[in-house]
Every structure is written in structure tokens, then in C-alpha cells.
């Protein structure tokens, strides 16, 4: 094992300690316990959970840096060894691969430092022009996130879906929650882009379709964003399942469509379903979050599109607008336009693997953020 490499993962470790504030953390943990014992903590339960949960994050978050210190000693220990003639090679290159992946994880969870970052996150899928060959690359696209996000112990709810006509479908939305859901998939807001030989097409012609994937956080009560309930279009209609499953005669579906304008002037038409509730007030209820929380991202598209830093939602979904490239034929690749980062990896991808793809997007946005 090179000792310049060693080196460097260590300096490594010393430099993320600064950037973490890890001494500042461990004040913040004995602050929020003192808080805690305070014998009022629960007669406001949405302050204590929010109290509880900034806990467990610095809690986590020294605790990871702690295991990479102790992974350091470990390999210094085996370094001893080695040096005293003992055969502990592969030992220490277990050790030292190990400390490099949970490195790369603690930096790149660092990096998630915006203000909604925290929270959990709202993917809508909307296919574009093209009929079947676009609603079914929407399919794929939705089975490509649910893969992510199972993969990474995130929980997954569809609040809404709609099959298309002969195969995937018309629209749908999902709630990923967990710790910075939206902070890694605010990555994938955008136009992604297929080119295949189509399954539905008999000539076997290739076909180029696109999906737009919308991202937002989920909003709560500590975000003022003001809704004229009087703006709101109040749309009912029978719930099913994703897939069409388990079919609901009775119309508990709600659907809600503001239309008004935002800060910047423009006139926006905003649209938000729910059928995953088994009453219509529930689901009006969940639709109004989701309604606020696609609004509260637009606004804040409206402030960071001076800086660059968030593609365009509100582009078209058609030919030079896209993120990402998934190219099946006449060779296999994937390409993130924003970063150039690709891979020929199409299955690996396609089956949830794009953690790649929204690391590179984070280190370039908090390279984009330092030079500023």
C-alpha cells in the first residue's frame, strides 16, 4: 500500500474534522440534550421533533467522523506491523479502501449544506411528447428512483399515479423521505433524454423520448409560503394503485390546480394529486402540501436561477433542454450534460446505480459555490 496514499487519506480526514466543525457539533449535542431534559421539552411536539432530529443529525455526524478517526488507527497499527516484517497486506488495504468509501460519504454529505437539504423530497414525473414511447421511459425512469432509494434505506410513498394509455405512464409523484432525500436527489430535476430501438415500434426504428423529472422539498410549518385557497381548482376523481391496482369506486382523489403569479411576475399554473389516502380530506390535505412545496420550489428556482446553480424546471421537454442522456442504441452510454460525467454502464444505471451521477453534480455546485 503506496504511503502517499495513505497520507494523503489521512490529511484528508483532518481537513473534513475542520470543514464538519466537529468541535462546534459536540457543543451543539450537550446544548440540545440540556434541552431536552427541560420537563415542558413536549407541550410543543413539533418544536421537540424538530429539536429531537437536529440531535440525531450532529449526534450522527460526529459519530461518522469519530469511526474515521478510528479506522485511521487501525491502519496506523497495521502499518506497524508491516513494518515490523508481519504480512498484513491485504489487512491494510481492506482497511484503507474501507476508510477511503466512508471518507467520500462523510464529504459528500458535508457538502449538503443548503437550507432545505434536510428534507425529505417530492419527485413528479411527467412524460414528454411522443405517446407510448414516452410514457413508458417515464415508467422506467420512476422504477430507476424507487431503486435508488431502496438501495439507499429511504422510505418511498406514491401519492400519485396515473398509467398511460398502452404502457408506462401519464404522471405520477412520489415522496422519498430521509436524512437529505432532497439534498442528493435535487441532482436529478430536469429533462433526461433517451435514444433506443423502440419495443413498440414493429420497423424497429430508434426513437429518441424524454421525461421531465420535477424535484422539491417537503415543506412544513417552519416555511411560510401563502396559498389564496380561492386560486385553488378543487378536482375529484376515483383513486387506483400504481399499476392500476387495487381500483377505488368512490371518487377519494383530489387533485388541485393554483394558478397565479409568482415573484418574479410570471403566471404559473401549479397542479398537485393525491390518491394514497383512504378519505377525500386526507388527500386534500396531502395534495395542499405538495401544491405549497412545488410553489415554495419555484420561488426558490426564481433566486437561484441568477446564480446557476438549478436548471430551469419550466423548460421544454424536447430537443437540447436535457440533464442527462441515456443512449441504449447504437451504443450503450449514459452522459450528464452539466458535468460531462458518463458511463457505459446503461443496466447498471437504469437498475438505481446513479449515485455516480449525483455526486459529480454536488461537487460541481460546491465547486461553482467557492469560487464565488
Not at 80 to 101: H, I, N, T, W, Y
Amino acid at each position: 500500500m503506496n504511503a502517499d496514499y495513505l497520507n494523503e487519506l489521512f490529511e484528508r480526514v483532518d481537513a473534513l474534522r475542520g470543514y464538519l466543525d466537529y468541535e462546534q457539533r459536540k457543543v451543539n449535542i450537550i446544548e440540545l440534550q440540556e434541552q431536552t431534559q427541560d420537563p415542558n421539552f413536549w407541550n410543543d411536539p413539533d418544536e421537540a421533533r424538530r429539536i429531537m432530529k437536529r440531535l440525531d443529525h450532529e449526534k450522527g455526524m460526529v459519530a461518522q467522523w469519530d469511526e474515521l478517526d478510528e479506522l485511521r488507527d487501525s491502519i496506523r497499527v497495521y502499518q506497524e506491523f508491516l513494518e515490523e516484517g508481519e504480512d498484513v497486506s491485504d489487512e491494510l488495504e481492506q482497511e484503507a479502501r474501507k476508510l477511503e468509501r466512508k471518507l467520500e460519504v462523510l464529504e459528500l454529505k458535508n457538502m449538503l449544506r443548503g437550507e432545505d437539504d434536510h428534507r425529505d423530497a417530492i419527485l413528479t414525473f411527467n412524460p414528454g411528447a411522443g405517446g407510448t414511447e414516452s410514457q413508458d421511459w417515464a415508467e422506467m425512469l420512476y422504477r430507476m428512483y424507487t431503486r435508488w432509494a431502496k438501495k439507499n434505506e429511504f422510505d418511498i410513498s406514491v401519492i400519485e399515479y396515473q398509467d398511460g394509455d398502452v404502457a408506462g405512464l401519464k404522471s405520477a409523484t412520489i415522496e422519498v423521505s430521509g436524512e437529505y432525500a432532497y439534498g442528493y436527489l435535487k441532482a436529478e430535476s430536469g429533462v433526461h433524454r433517451l435514444v433506443r430501438i423502440s419495443p413498440f415500434d414493429s420497423n424497429s426504428r430508434r426513437h429518441t423520448s424524454f421525461c421531465s423529472v420535477f424535484v422539491s422539498p417537503v415543506i412544513d410549518d417552519t416555511i411560510e409560503i401563502d396559498v389564496d385557497e380561492s386560486d385553488v381548482e378543487l378536482q375529484r376523481f376515483h383513486a387506483s394503485g400504481a399499476g392500476g391496482q387495487n381500483v377505488n369506486k368512490v371518487e377519494t382523489g383530489v387533485r388541485l390546480i393554483w394558478e397565479g403569479q409568482l415573484s418574479d411576475g410570471t403566471e404559473e399554473q401549479v397542479v398537485a394529486e393525491c390518491q394514497q389516502e383512504r378519505s377525500q380530506h386526507q388527500n386534500r390535505e396531502k395534495a395542499m402540501v405538495l401544491l405549497r412545496s412545488k410553489i415554495y420550489e419555484l420561488e426558490k428556482q426564481i433566486k437561484e436561477r441568477e446564480k446557476q446553480k438549478l436548471e430551469d424546471s419550466k423548460s421544454k421537454i424536447e430537443w437540447g433542454s436535457q440533464i442527462r442522456s441515456y443512449v441504449f442504441h447504437p451504443y450503450n452510454m449514459v452522459k450528464d450534460h452539466r458535468t460531462d460525467h458518463e458511463t457505459s454502464s446503461v443496466e447498471d444505471v437504469m437498475d438505481g446505480e446513479i449515485d455516480e451521477f449525483i455526486n459529480e453534480y454536488l461537487l460541481s455546485i460546491s465547486a461553482t459555490e467557492k469560487t464565488e
